[in-house]
């Protein structure tokens, strides 16, 4: 079955600093690649999808990164801030599982002022 | 907010009981997804329905079941409750059809089994 390897340690950075998080998936590419965010006692809000065919994507000051060859994905929020501060869960679509989602267990971020 | 709604927010059942979540998911949407998410941990998958036929199941055991109705709003059911069962259930609403959207989640229903 697919894992899925996010940091488990909490990153913190200062404000104004990038905050790069990282996601690791063994056995099959997913079809799509999402990263979601989630606030204590909070269900988990969407922020980014990325396809198998795409490299890059970008919103705002977000910034995910996708390599198939490597299976690993990078997140990153430039320019951070306290209020970004949370837990970040990267979660996999599965072309052999289609509609079935595995997520990872999260990196929690804190931003300090 | 996502315009999807769970209830109860809480609940508490002792070992052996039976509960029933309900889901109601965001307009235009025709798939609902159940999640469960113990501490610390990402959500795991349990099941999806579609057109009210679940499409899709995780590793849980048959004593987790579920229902779409022709709303596309959704109940989760699990029986003789076990203590791990204690978590954060979710759902996620997401239309099925054309170019693939994200799940959008609910707030979640927190189960304490004692």
């Known amino acids: 079955s697919q894992k899925i390897e996010q940091n488990s340690e909490a990153l913190n950075i200062q404000e104004g600093k990038t905050a790069t998080l990282t996601c690791n998936y063994t056995?099959?590419?997913?079809?799509?690649l999402q990263w979601y965010r989630q606030d204590p006692g909070r269900g988990p809000v969407f922020l980014l999808l990325?396809?198998?065919?795409?490299k890059e994507k970008r919103k705002e000051r977000l910034k995910v990164t996708f390599d198939t060859t490597l299976k690993q994905s990078l997140f990153h929020i430039t320019a951070s801030q306290p209020a970004d501060s949370a837990t970040y869960l990267c979660?996999?679509?599965?072309?052999?599982?289609?509609?079935?989602?595995?997520f990872g267990s999260g990196t929690k971020l804190n931003v300090k002022p | 907010e996502t315009g999807v709604t769970q209830s109860p927010t809480h609940l508490i059942k002792t070992r052996g009981q039976q509960v029933t979540l309900r889901c109601s998911s965001q307009s235009g949407h025709n798939t609902v997804s159940w999640y469960q998410q113990a501490l610390g941990q990402g959500p795991q998958f349990i099941f999806q329905?579609?057109?009210?036929?679940?499409?899709g199941r995780g590793n849980f055991p048959p004593r987790f079941s579920g229902l779409q109705f022709p709303n596309y709003s959704s109940e989760l059911n699990v029986n003789a409750l076990e203590l791990d069962d204690s978590a954060l259930y979710l759902c996620?609403?997401?239309?099925?059809?054309?170019?693939?959207?994200?799940?959008?989640f609910g707030p979640g229903t927190r189960l304490l089994v004692l």
């Open positions: 979660a996999l679509d599965m072309l052999s599982d289609f509609n079935k989602f595995y």
């Open positions: 990325i396809r198998e065919n795409e």
């Open positions: 996620a609403s997401s239309f099925t059809g054309g170019q693939r959207e994200t799940q959008y």
């Open positions: 329905y579609y057109r009210e036929e679940e499409n």
């Open positions: 056995n099959y590419s997913p079809a799509y």
